[in-house]
C-alpha cells in the first residue's frame, strides 16, 4: 500500500508534499493524544492524591466523614479524564479527540484549582495547559481550551462572583479580562503553532524532494545492481579466464574459468602479484619491464590486440594461452582486464589437423594423378583407335603393293638385255612390260597419294594425342588456354578422328551448321568433349539395327549468349533413369566402358563455365548431347 | 535498506488512514475510491462523528453539572449564630485597650480552615502590629488532648503576632457565638463588636475576599460600622449544621 502511494504521489510533486505532511500531522496528532492521555490520567491520580492530601475529611465536631473535594476529584476528575482517553486510544489523531483533550484539559485545570484551594499556583496549570496543547501544532485546540476557560469564568462570575474575583462587585465583563491573559498566552501560541505547520511543509517539501532523489538513486543504483549482476554472471559464466589487476600489477578479479586453468582458488590470488602466480619464471621479468614501460609510456605490446604467449599452472606446469588485454580507466590508477583462452587442446588439435590435412593433400594428389592418367588414357585410347586404323590401313596397302612385279620386270628386262628392243618389240611378253609398268605407276601413285594421306591422318591423330596430354596438364593445371576458334572447325576436326569408325559402321554424318562467330575458347577441352560425345554415338549407333545418322550441329542464341554443339545419333537411346546419372563417374552402360568420358566432359563444360546436357526419349529412340558454352566473341573481346 | 527506510515512512494502516480520511481537509491521497464508496464511507464517517460529537457534548454538560453542584457546595457559607455586640465579660480571654482584638474560632481537623488562616496571616502582616489576634483551637467534649496540635496548629503558630490557645470544651466559641471553624470576630479596644463572619471568599478558599478587605478597613479605623460575612468551615461542635449543600 505505501508503495503504491509513494508510486502514485512520485507522479506529482505536490501530491507527495501534501501526503508526507498530513503524515507527519497525523504522527503529532497520534503521539500527542497519547501523551494527553497519559498526562491526564496522571492528573486525576495527582488530583485525587492533592484531595486527599489537602481536604481528606470534613469535621463535625469529633465526627468526620469523606471531604467533597475527595470524591470530585474521584468522581469528576475520572469523568473529566475518561472521555479524552477513550478517545486518544479509539480514536487518536481526529480532530475531536483533540478538542475532547483540550476541553478536558482546561476542566482538569478547574477542578485542581477547586481541589488546591484555589492557589494561585495552580492557576499556572492553565496556562501549562495552554502551552502543552500547542504541541499538536493546531491552533484550533487552543481555541476550545481557551472558550472553557472564558466560559468558567463567566458562569462562575455570574452566579458566584466573589468566589472568583474576591468582590461581589465585580463588573460583568471581569471574565474577559482573566480571559484576556489566557488569549494573550493563545496570541503567541497560534502563531507557533502555524510557524510550526509552515516549518513541517517545507520538511515535507524538502522529504519529498529528497525521496525523489533517493528514487532516483535508487533506480539507478538497482539498475547498476543488475549491471553488476549481469556482469557477474558473465564473469561467472564465461569460458575463458578473465583475470583483472590493478596498477601494481596485483589480481584483482579472478573469474572461475581462471580458476579451471591455472590450478587456484579466487581466495589464493586476489592481492597476490599476477606475475609472480600465472607467469612462469623466465617471463616474469619481460612481463614486469612491459607493466612498467605501460605504466609509463601508456604504450604496450600486448594491450588491446590478441598475442600468445606462455603462462604457468599452480602445479608449475607451462601452457599456451591466447591472451588480450584492455585497460579500464576509471578515476585514479588504471586496472588491467586480461582475457586468457588455453590453447592446449587447440594446439594439439590444430597439429592433428595439420597432418590429417597433409594425408588428405598427398591422397588427393594421387587420386587427382590417377583421375588424370585415367582421363588421359581413355582420350588417347580413342585417338589411338584411329591411329591403329590409319596404321592398319598403311600397313595393308604397302603388303597390297605389287612391288615384287618390278623385281621380276627388272629380272626379264636383265636376261634380255642383248636383244632388248626386239624383245619389247616382237616378245608377247616383252610387249606386255611398257603397258604394265604403266599401269604399275599408276599403281604406286595412287598407294603413295592414300598412305600419304593416313600417314597425314596419323600426324594428326599423334598431335592430338600430344595435345591431349598436353590439355591434361593444363587442366592440371586448373586452367586451360584459350584461343579464337571457330567451332565448325573444332567440330569436323572431332569428326575426322572418328571418321575411320564411322565409315566402317556406315553411318551417315548429317551436318547442321549455322553461322557462329570465333569465340574465345579452349580448343582442345571441347575438342576432347566432342570427341568422346562423337565417338559413343558410333558405339550406340554400333549397338543398334535400323538407320544410323550422326547429326552434327553448332548454333548459337544471341538472346541468352550461349552457343551450342549438338552430336544427335539414332542409336539404342538413354533409358530415363540413366539420365540424371549419366554424367556420374564411373556410370557407362557399354561393356568394355569406364564411365569416365562423359564425366570428364561434363566437368570440362563446367570449367568453361557451360553445361553439358543429355536428352533422349528413351530406349531406342537415339540420344542428343548438347555443349552450351557462353558466347565469348572475339569481337566483343577484342 | 534505504529504500525500506524511505518506504516506511508510509507503514500500510498509516497510509490506508491517510488514503481514506478525509476530516483533516478532505485530500485523498493513494488509491482513489469510486464516488459510491467514499458517498457511502462519508455518510459512515459522518454517522460515526455525530456520535462522538454528541458524546462529547453529554459528556462535557456532564462535567459542568458536577462542576456546578462544587461549586455550589464550596460557595455554601456554613451556620452563624448570634454574636454579643460586646466583647463576653465572661470570657478567659483578656480584652486589649491599646488596639482592636481579632478572635478566630477553628475546628482544628477542618481543611477549609487553612484558607482562613491564610487570610488571617495576610491581615496581619497589613496591619503591622495594629490588631491584636488569637485564634482559638476548639477542642470538643470528648476529644483528648492534644487532639488540637496538628497541621492547622503548626501553620497558626508560625503566624507573627498572632497568640494561639486551646478552646477547651469549646467554652469560648460559645460565648463568642461561633459554630462554625474560621469564624472570626473584631472587637474595637473598648470591646464594640466590630466584625463577626468568615474571611475566606468561598469553602476553602484562599485569595481575596471582601472580608478580608473591610476587616483591614476596620483595623485602620477607615471604616466604622459593624461588618459581617459568610463562614466557610466545619461545624465547631457537632450538631450545628455547619457544611453546606450539596
Known amino acids: 500500500m505505501s508503495r503504491e502511494i509513494v508510486s502514485a504521489t512520485a507522479k506529482d510533486p505536490a501530491l507527495r508534499v501534501e501526503a508526507v505532511f498530513r503524515h507527519q500531522q497525523q504522527n503529532i496528532f497520534r503521539q500527542t493524544d497519547r501523551l494527553f492521555a497519559g498526562l491526564m490520567l496522571f492528573q486525576w491520580l495527582a488530583c485525587i492524591v492533592a484531595a486527599f492530601w489537602i481536604s481528606p475529611k470534613t469535621w463535625t465536631g469529633l465526627s468526620s466523614a469523606v471531604h467533597p473535594h475527595l470524591w470530585a476529584a474521584v468522581i469528576i476528575g475520572g469523568g473529566i479524564v475518561s472521555f479524552p482517553v477513550i478517545l486518544a486510544f479509539t480514536r487518536p489523531g481526529t480532530p475531536l479527540t483533540r478538542h475532547a483533550v483540550a476541553v478536558g484539559q482546561m476542566l482538569c485545570s478547574a477542578l485542581l484549582i477547586h481541589v488546591t484551594g484555589g492557589r494561585i499556583e495552580t492557576h499556572f496549570h492553565v496556562f501549562g495547559s495552554l502551552a502543552f496543547l500547542a504541541f499538536y501544532r493546531d491552533w484550533r485546540v487552543l481555541i476550545s481550551g481557551s472558550v472553557v476557560v472564558a466560559l468558567d469564568h463567566f458562569l462562575r462570575g455570574l452566579y458566584w462572583p466573589e468566589s472568583v474575583y474576591g468582590t461581589v462587585l465585580a463588573s460583568q465583563w471581569r471574565w474577559l479580562e482573566h480571559g484576556a491573559w489566557v488569549i494573550f498566552e493563545d496570541v503567541f501560541l497560534i502563531k507557533s503553532c502555524i510557524k510550526g505547520e509552515v516549518e513541517m511543509w517545507e520538511i515535507a517539501e524538502r522529504q519529498a524532494q529528497?525521496?525523489?532523489?533517493?528514487?532516483?538513486?535508487?533506480?539507478?543504483?538497482?539498475?547498476?545492481?543488475?549491471?553488476?549482476?549481469r556482469k557477474a554472471a558473465i564473469l561467472e559464466s564465461a569460458l575463458d579466464c578473465v583475470i583483472t589487476i590493478d596498477h601494481c600489477g596485483r589480481i584483482v578479479e579472478f573469474n572461475p574459468a581462471a580458476e579451471a586453468t591455472f590450478g587456484y582458488s579466487r581466495a589464493e590470488v586476489l592481492g597476490q602479484e599476477l606475475a609472480e602466480k600465472l607467469i612462469p619464471p623466465t617471463l616474469r621479468y619481460a612481463h614486469r619491464n612491459d607493466f612498467a614501460n605501460y605504466l609509463a609510456t601508456g604504450h604496450g605490446p600486448g594491450i588491446g590486440r590478441r598475442v600468445e604467449m606462455t603462462s604457468m599452472h599452480a602445479s608449475g606446469r607451462e601452457f599456451p594461452v591466447e591472451l588480450s588485454i584492455s585497460v579500464v580507466q576509471l578515476d585514479g590508477p588504471p586496472l588491467f582486464t586480461a582475457y586468457l583462452r588455453d590453447l592446449t587442446d587447440r594446439k594439439r588439435v590444430e597439429a592433428e589437423r595439420?597432418?590429417?590435412?597433409?594425408?588428405?593433400?598427398?591422397?588427393?594428389?594421387?587420386?587427382?594423378?590417377?583421375?588424370?592418367?585415367?582421363?588421359?588414357?581413355?582420350?588417347?585410347?580413342?585417338?589411338?583407335?584411329?591411329?591403329?586404323?590409319?596404321?592398319g590401313l598403311v600397313i595393308s596397302t604397302l603388303r597390297q603393293s605389287p612391288y615384287q612385279d618390278v623385281g621380276r620386270i627388272s629380272k626379264l628386262l636383265e636376261e634380255h638385255a642383248d636383244d632388248l628392243g626386239s624383245y619389247l618389240r616382237v616378245d608377247p611378253k616383252g610387249r606386255q612390260i611398257p603397258a604394265y609398268l604403266a599401269k604399275l605407276a599408276g599403281h604406286f601413285e595412287e598407294q603413295h597419294l592414300q598412305a600419304g594421306r593416313e600417314l597425314q591422318s596419323l600426324d594428326q591423330q599423334i598431335e592430338h594425342i600430344k595435345q591431349i596430354i598436353s590439355m591434361q596438364q593444363n587442366v592440371a593445371r586448373s586452367r586451360g588456354l584459350r584461343e579464337p576458334i571457330v567451332l565448325k572447325e573444332v567440330m569436323e576436326q572431332a569428326l575426322s578422328i572418328n571418321t575411320a569408325g564411322l565409315g566402317r559402321h556406315q553411318v551417315e554424318v548429317v551436318r547442321e551448321y549455322s553461322e557462329v562467330p570465333e569465340v574465345m575458347i579452349d580448343k582442345h577441352q571441347v575438342l576432347q568433349i566432342l570427341v568422346n560425345l562423337i565417338s559413343n554415338a558410333k558405339h550406340a549407333m554400333n549397338q543398334a539395327d535400323g538407320l544410323r545418322r550422326l547429326t552434327l550441329r553448332v548454333g548459337m542464341e544471341t538472346s541468352t549468349g550461349v552457343v551450342r554443339l549438338e552430336v544427335q545419333d539414332t542409336g539404342v537411346g538413354i533409358k530415363p533413369e540413366y539420365l540424371t546419372r549419366i554424367f556420374g563417374q564411373g556410370f557407362t552402360t557399354k561393356s568394355d566402358g569406364h564411365g569416365f568420358g562423359l564425366h570428364s566432359g561434363a566437368l570440362a563444360a563446367k570449367t568453361m563455365n557451360g553445361t553439358l546436357i543429355a536428352e533422349s526419349d528413351g530406349e531406342g529412340c537415339g540420344a542428343i548431347f548438347r555443349l552450351e558454352l557462353p558466347l565469348h566473341a572475339v569481337e566483343a573481346i577484342a | 535498506m534505504c529504500s525500506s527506510k524511505i518506504y516506511s515512512v508510509l507503514n500500510a494502516s498509516e497510509a490506508a488512514a491517510i488514503s481514506t480520511r478525509t476530516d483533516y481537509g478532505g485530500h485523498t491521497i493513494g488509491k482513489q475510491p469510486t464516488k459510491q464508496h467514499s458517498n457511502l464511507r462519508l455518510s459512515l464517517k459522518s454517522a460515526a462523528n455525530s456520535k462522538w460529537i454528541l458524546l462529547m457534548f453529554f459528556w462535557f454538560g456532564g462535567i459542568g453539572s458536577g462542576m456546578f453542584f462544587l461549586m455550589r457546595f464550596e460557595n455554601t457559607a456554613g451556620q452563624i449564630s448570634p454574636t454579643p455586640s460586646h466583647w463576653p465579660a465572661k470570657s478567659r480571654l483578656d480584652l486589649e485597650f491599646s488596639k482592636p482584638n481579632l478572635v478566630m474560632v477553628v475546628h482544628p481537623q477542618c481543611p477549609c480552615t487553612r484558607a482562613s488562616l491564610t487570610e488571617l496571616a495576610e491581615i496581619l502582616a497589613r496591619s503591622q502590629g495594629q490588631v491584636a489576634a488569637r485564634v482559638l483551637f476548639c477542642r470538643?467534649?470528648?476529644?483528648?488532648?492534644?487532639?488540637?496540635?496538628?497541621?492547622?496548629?503548626?501553620?497558626?503558630?508560625?503566624?507573627?503576632?498572632?497568640?494561639?490557645?486551646?478552646?477547651?470544651?469549646?467554652?469560648?466559641?460559645?460565648?463568642?457565638?461561633?459554630v462554625t471553624s474560621g469564624h472570626s470576630f473584631l472587637y474595637s479596644p473598648r470591646g464594640q463588636l466590630l466584625f463577626s463572619g468568615g474571611i475566606t471568599r468561598a469553602?476553602?478558599?484562599?485569595?481575596?475576599?471582601?472580608?478580608?478587605?473591610?476587616i483591614s478597613l476596620l483595623i485602620s479605623q477607615e471604616l466604622a460600622q459593624v461588618e459581617t460575612g459568610s463562614v466557610f468551615g466545619c461545624s465547631l461542635t457537632g450538631g450545628d449544621q455547619a457544611i453546606g449543600k450539596w
Open chain 1, 354 to 391: 595439420e597432418e590429417l590435412n597433409h594425408q588428405l593433400l598427398e591422397t588427393s594428389r594421387r587420386v587427382g594423378m590417377a583421375d588424370v592418367a585415367t582421363s588421359v588414357l581413355h582420350n588417347v585410347g580413342n585417338v589411338l583407335n584411329s591411329v591403329n586404323v590409319s596404321a
Open chain 2, 203 to 214: 469553602r476553602g478558599q484562599s485569595g481575596q475576599s471582601p472580608a478580608r478587605h473591610q
Open chain 1, 210 to 229: 529528497l525521496e525523489a532523489s533517493h528514487a532516483t538513486v535508487e533506480q539507478n543504483l538497482l539498475v547498476l545492481r543488475e549491471s553488476e549482476a
Open chain 2, 140 to 178: 470538643p467534649v470528648g476529644a483528648t488532648k492534644g487532639w488540637e496540635q496538628g497541621s492547622l496548629w503548626d501553620q497558626a503558630t508560625a503566624i507573627p503576632g498572632l497568640r494561639v490557645e486551646v478552646d477547651i470544651d469549646g467554652v469560648e466559641a460559645k460565648l463568642f457565638g461561633a
